[in-house]
Structure formats: structure tokens, C-alpha cells
């Protein structure tokens, strides 16, 4: 049961007091923090919430699992580095045309897959998403089809003659990032709060009755997607220009698809906070066991030997069976906490609010 | 001046007729009670006249105009709206917030939709339960946050699909009151039930179907005394 209003508003200061002080902090890092290492994860971060807080527009608020965002996030990327690397179209204007592509897509799978429901709707996005890599990896003329494309130089960004940085360091990248994160956060905050956000949380619970009560069904499922579909295909620009190659099993793949959803079902879906957590808990999460950290902690701290038997099962074999065990993390997490890990705490919060009145 | 007629609709699947050649007008202001035995195809006419399928044959005229191919956001928006014999409460919004969806038919603002809401759930008697979710209530609350809802989008008709089913007789007693005050406010009603006493009270006239045609149409006094009403309900010997 929902607590009462007065309750809700006292948490809601809280929480903006400590997001202003968070933001603060995201701001001061790049210059207290100097290892590439830690910026190149925050950027990760950054690119995972961002796409995640996307997706979470359309799934999570308005109930359509899509299982096909990799379409955008690859039109965002592809259109910014064709534009950028064969056509000299410098990436900041590339990116509003990377989100245009990716509306008028939306736009046309919208109106294709939104004429089914459900789990008919989920199969649909795989589909049209599947069409897009394909057709990447064979019209070579345009997307260099299977080599992908590589990123010689990114143009400095300059304002009437003054450079305002040279994409040399990770740092632009840092703050690239965090604007759009702020920018997200915000658009899914005047979604909540607005008409739309209404109508959007009305689809998801019951479109029947959400149609009988004057919302149209088309309408507001198209824009639901077409807002996901442009934030992510800011992702994906960024992830583009940041790690500066691009091919379709990259940018367009199913598996990429299923890690948006998967950040926003680890972190709850349908709120603000639920992909930002997603995203923190399995961006460093797929890092670690990618670099085999766990293990080497075991054997640099000499409780167990690298040439023994169990250091070398350590270092041969677990280290390539991280996606193994990433997807068994992931179906714990799904068993056992069903709202996501935000959802478990609110639930845990509240069991021990009543333990305690 | 009728406010909605019905001209001769016909609604098959497939070989079924589930509905053939309903006729009725339906005056400003009265509650027209629709019954019939189960399949009789009352709520398949529910379906017909506010957009969920077209009709097969046949024309539904609100307000001086054809609602033929609309939509039920469209429907809606016109002033004609309906609840659902099996409830669908918006589980994860709370009361409040399923009844704004249904005040932001009419307006944009927030502030405004949430003055309606509480307009309605005051009608409704749920002020108590305003801030809980919907998902939690009991079904007598839930019958009436359907019907709080379907008044926030203002209509001039409100079709009601058994809101009595499946209540005790003192829910079932405020359900009934709370039709005549709908009436008073100038709404004009369709309600199906299946509840014959309660039927009798509220209704100002009263449609028969029976196997998805019109058996008999009248006032509560002629359906109970027509010989035809009473073998469909009964058996004929």
C-alpha cells in the first residue's frame, strides 16, 4: 500500500538534496580522479544508464517490452560515424541527425509492431531489430558491412575560433556523458510528471481500459517510442565516438538489445532510480569478471597459489567463463528480487517501517 | 430527444450471431436496464456501441451522430463511456491516479485532473482510500473507483457492465444509490444486471435480449408481466 502523501514528499526532498550533492561530485571527479581506468568505467556507466533509462520509457513505464533498442542505439552510432568519417559532418551536428534517423525508424516500426500485443509485440521488435543488422552487414556501400567502421580522428569542437576541447582525453567523453545522464533523467522526470506519464503508466496496466478512458492507443505508444528511440540513440553516438569503431554485432545485436532490458529489469523497472542502479550494479559487474578480478584478488593476496591447482582452474578457466557467470547472477537476481533491486529495498523498507508501528 | 439510438445491429463471429437486428433509442436522462440470460449478448452490444468492434450490420447514432468505425479513446472523448464486468483497475497507480487518467480525458493540467478526481471519488464515497493502490482494494471499492473513473471523463452516457456482480446486498444497496445520484446529474445510464429487484428499481424502461435478439422492450412493468420475458428466464412449459 502507498504510504501516505505527506511521507512521500519528505523522502522526495531528501533524495533531491543528495542527487544535487551526487551531481556535484559526478562533476568535481575527472579532476580528483586521475586513472583512465575509473573515467572509462564511469563512462560506461554513463552510456548503460542512458540506455537503459531510454528503454525504460517505453517498457517500464508504458509496459511495451521491446526487445529490439539495438535498432536505435545502432542508427544513433552509425549515423554519426558515416556522416563524421565519410563525410566530414563533425559528430555534434551527426548526433541530432543520428536522433532523427532513429525517430523516423521508430516511427515506421511503431506503426508495424505496435498493431500487436504482448509477447506477439516482443517477437516483432526482435524482428525489425534483426532486419536493421542485417541489412548493415550487407549494404557495404554505406555501413562498410561487416569491418565496421573505424574512427581516424575526431574534429576539435570549437566556439568562434576558441577550442573547446580535442576529444584527446577521456574527460570530454566524462561530461558528454553525464549531460546526456542529467538530460535523461530529466525527460523521464516531465514524463512522470506530466499527462503523458499518466497516459503511459494507464497502457501498461490495462490498454483496454485505458482506451475506454480516452487515451489513444496509437498515439501514445508511438511517442512513448519515439523518445526512448532518440535518447537512445544519443547512447549510441557517444558509445560510437568513444570507442571509436563500430560494426553491426557491436551496436546492432540481439545481445545488446537484451542488455538494455536487462539493466532496467536488475535495476526496477519503471522508475527513475531503477536503471541508474541497473547500470552500477552491472557495468563494474561484467568489468570485473571480464578482467578475472575476483581471482587475481585471491591469488595476489597469497591465499591461493597461481601455480596450484585451483589458481590455475582460476586464471584458465574462470576467467573465459564470465559471461557464465554474469547470466547466473543475472537469473538470481531475477529469481529472488522480481521488481528489480530498487523495488527490494523499497519493499524491505517498507516491511521494516510496519515491523516498527 | 434520444440521445443514443441503436438502428438494427447485427453483430456476427464468424456464423455466430451474437447479436441480430437490435433496435432501441434511448431518452436523455433515463437508466435503461439491458438483461438477459447469460450469452444472451449484452455485453457483446456493450462492445458494438462504444468502438470495441464494429458492428456488423447496423448503425449506433450518439448525439446525432454515427459512431460507426470510432475508436473508444474517440468514443470516450464524444461523452459516451463504459466499465467492464470484470473490473480493470490500473493496479500499480493509486485510487487517485486511475481517476485522473480518466479526468485527463478532458483536461491538461495535473492540478485540474486532480480537483476532478477527488470530485468523483468524493461522489463515489472513496475519499478514504484515495492515496492506496488500486491493485489492493477489495472488490466493492473496486467496483466503485470503475464507476469514479468512467465520471471523471464527464460523459453524457455511461454504460455500466454489471457493476452489481459478485457484491453483497449492502455493496450491492450503495451501488444502486449511487446510480440514482449518477441520474440526478443529469447522466444518462445503460446498465446490465443480472439482480431483478434491483433492475426493477432503478430502471426507467428496460431492454430484453435474448440469444442476441430483442425480445421485449418496456417499462419494468410490462417486461415483468410479458409472457415471453418469463419462459426465456423460466422455461416455457
Redesign the interface.
Known amino acids: 500500500?502507498?504510504?501516505?502523501?505527506t511521507n512521500t514528499r519528505g523522502i522526495s526532498s531528501l533524495a533531491a538534496i543528495l542527487s544535487v550533492v551526487v551531481i556535484a561530485l559526478l562533476f568535481m571527479f575527472p579532476r580528483y580522479v586521475q586513472s583512465t581506468y575509473a573515467l572509462h568505467i564511469m563512462i560506461l556507466i554513463f552510456i548503460n544508464i542512458v540506455m537503459g533509462s531510454s528503454w525504460n520509457i517505453l517498457g517500464g513505464y508504458t509496459g511495451q517490452y521491446s526487445v529490439g533498442h539495438s535498432a536505435y542505439f545502432g542508427m544513433g552510432a552509425y549515423t554519426t560515424l558515416i556522416l563524421m568519417q565519410f563525410r566530414q559532418i563533425p559528430p555534434w551536428y551527426g548526433v541530432w541527425a543520428g536522433m532523427l534517423a532513429a525517430l523516423i525508424i521508430a516511427l515506421i516500426i511503431g506503426s508495424i509492431c505496435f498493431r500487436l500485443r504482448g509477447p506477439y509485440f516482443v517477437l516483432a521488435s526482435i524482428a525489425v531489430a534483426e532486419i536493421f543488422r542485417v541489412s548493415a552487414l550487407n549494404l557495404k556501400d554505406i555501413t562498410n558491412g561487416a569491418e565496421g567502421i573505424l574512427t581516424t580522428e575526431i574534429p576539435p569542437l570549437t566556439i568562434g575560433g576558441t577550442v573547446i576541447t580535442d576529444f584527446a582525453s577521456k574527460v570530454p567523453f566524462y561530461y558528454t556523458g553525464l549531460f546526456f545522464v542529467l538530460l535523461v533523467i530529466l525527460v523521464t522526470w516531465l514524463i512522470q510528471?506530466?499527462?503523458l506519464g499518466?497516459?503511459f503508466?494507464?497502457i501498461?496496466?490495462?490498454q483496454?481500459?485505458?482506451?475506454?478512458?480516452?487515451?489513444?492507443?496509437t498515439i501514445y505508444k508511438n511517442t512513448a517510442l519515439a523518445i526512448s528511440a532518440i535518447l537512445t540513440s544519443l547512447a549510441g553516438s557517444l558509445y560510437a565516438l568513444y570507442v571509436g569503431f563500430i560494426d553491426p554485432t557491436t551496436v546492432l545485436s540481439l545481445e545488446l538489445s537484451v542488455s538494455i532490458v536487462l539493466i532496467c529489469i536488475i535495476g526496477g523497472i519503471?522508475t527513475i532510480f531503477g536503471p541508474i542502479i541497473g547500470a552500477l550494479i552491472l557495468v563494474p559487474l561484467s568489468e570485473a569478471l571480464r578482467s578475472n578480478m575476483l581471482g587475481q584478488a585471491l591469488i595476489d593476496s597469497g591465499l591461493v597459489s597461481a601455480e596450484s591447482k585451483f589458481g590455475n582452474f582460476l586464471t584458465e578457466n574462470l576467467a573465459h567463463a564470465h559471461v557464465l557467470i554474469y547470466g547466473i547472477l543475472v537469473v538470481v537476481v531475477i529469481l529472488f528480487m522480481p521488481d528489480g533491486v530498487l523495488g527490494f529495498f523499497k519493499a524491505m523498507a517498507a516491511r521494516k517501517k510496519k515491523e516498527a508501528a | 430527444m434520444a440521445i443514443l439510438e441503436i438502428k438494427h445491429v447485427s453483430k456476427f463471429f464468424g456464423g455466430l450471431a451474437a447479436n441480430s437486428d437490435v433496435s432501441f433509442e434511448l431518452e436523455q436522462g433515463m437508466i435503461m436496464g439491458l438483461i438477459g440470460p447469460n450469452g444472451a449478448g449484452k455485453t457483446t452490444l456493450f462492445n458494438c456501441i462504444?468502438g470495441?468492434y464494429p458492428p456488423s450490420k447496423g448503425e449506433v447514432v450518439f448525439d446525432g451522430k454515427t459512431m460507426n468505425g470510432l475508436?473508444?479513446?474517440?468514443v470516450?472523448?464524444l461523452g459516451m463511456?463504459?466499465t467492464?464486468q470484470k473490473v480493470?483497475?490500473?493496479?500499480?497507480?493509486?485510487v487517485v491516479?486511475n481517476v485522473?487518467?480518466?479526468a485527463?480525458?478532458r483536461t491538461?493540467s495535473?492540478k485540474v485532473?486532480r480537483e476532478m478526481a477527488m470530485e468523483q471519488i468524493r461522489v463515489v464515497k472513496l475519499e478514504q482510500r484515495a492515496?492506496?493502490?488500486a491493485g489492493?482494494l477489495p472488490i466493492g471499492e473496486r467496483k466503485k473507483l470503475e464507476v469514479a473513473?468512467?465520471l471523471a471523463?464527464q460523459p453524457k452516457l455511461l454504460l455500466l457492465d454489471e457493476v452489481m456482480g459478485g457484491l453483497n446486498p449492502a455493496e450491492s444497496e450503495e451501488i444502486i444509490q449511487l446510480i440514482l445520484d449518477i441520474k440526478k446529474l443529469g447522466v444518462t445510464q445503460i446498465v446490465i444486471e443480472h439482480d431483478m429487484k434491483a433492475i426493477m428499481r432503478i430502471s426507467d424502461r428496460i431492454v430484453v435480449l435474448n440469444s442476441g435478439e430483442k425480445l421485449a422492450e418496456g417499462s419494468p412493468q410490462e417486461i415483468v408481466s410479458n409472457p415471453d420475458v418469463i419462459s426465456a428466464y423460466l422455461g416455457s412449459e
Open positions: 500500500m502507498k504510504p501516505t502523501l510528471h506530466s499527462k499518466y497516459f503508466q494507464a501498461r496496466e490495462d483496454d481500459a485505458a482506451h475506454s478512458l480516452g487515451i489513444s492507443l519503471g | 462504444t470495441y475508436q473508444p479513446d474517440k470516450c472523448k463511456v463504459r467492464w480493470r483497475p490500473l493496479a500499480k497507480m493509486s491516479d485522473m487518467v480518466g485527463l480525458c491538461n495535473l485532473a492515496n492506496f493502490l489492493g473513473r468512467v471523463t
